[in-house]
């Protein structure tokens, strides 16, 4: 785990397992952020990497920058994201078993990078974010990750990263074939506790599946 490109807190498995969260944090949050996930989903045979983005954010971190300068950034950390899978997916853990989360920031990258990547994880979570270019990203995803599950969550308060705009994207990539489940949550740019425990039996059961 010492020579991952990016910064990161690894949480292992109560029991011996080759399956692997990897979590992306927000704007201005950082894995710290998200060390309370672990113990609330409480997944016995679950792996976890909490990393950092590359980018300093008013003492925290980010994967890119305020919109309209998006691009770069979100190019950058999707390659520091593939070198840091890379390493990870060849060595202990696989892919096909493990999960991607992100949530805001996160959550795009959860979208933008997780559907180019070659390699396809078991379920993609995006939780309370947006699509860059969700037309741009059909053209160039990688088709296997269409046979996994994926997961959308977003709140219809969400006073940081409007819910129109996340719902009206999500249905363009449902219309062109791209199986996603999106939910609904009446709150605000946050994660609640309903929304946790539905996230929770959404893994469970692609788990039972393998």
């Known amino acids: 785990m010492n020579n991952l490109p990016l910064k990161h807190i690894y949480i292992p498995s109560k029991v011996p397992s080759n399956k692997l969260m990897v ?53 950058q950390s999707s390659s520091l994201l593939a070198e840091t899978l890379d390493i990870l997916f060849e060595s202990a853990y696989d892919v096909e078993e493990s999960f991607l989360f992100g949530f805001s920031q996160g959550s795009l990258l959860t979208f933008e990078f997780g559907s180019r990547y070659y390699k396809r994880f078991a379920g993609y979570i995006a939780v309370s974010g947006y699509i860059y270019d969700p037309k741009n990203l059909l053209e160039e995803m990688n088709p296997e990750v269409k046979k996994s599950l994926w997961l959308c969550t977003h709140g219809t308060e969400d006073d940081v990263l409007p819910f129109k705009t996340s719902s009206e994207q999500v249905a363009t990539l449902q219309d062109a074939g791209f199986d996603i489940e999106f939910k609904a949550y009446d709150k605000v740019h946050t994660i609640v506790e309903d929304e946790l425990k539905m996230i929770k039996e959404h893994i469970v059961n692609i788990n039972n599946k393998k």
């Open 23 to 75: 979590v992306l944090h927000g704007r201005g949050d950082s894995s710290q952020g998200f060390t309370w996930l672990p113990p609330y989903l409480d997944l016995d045979d679950m792996n976890y990497v909490l990393l950092d983005g590359p980018y300093d954010y008013f003492g925290g971190c980010s994967w890119y920058d305020l919109p309209p300068n998006q691009l770069h950034g979100i190019a």
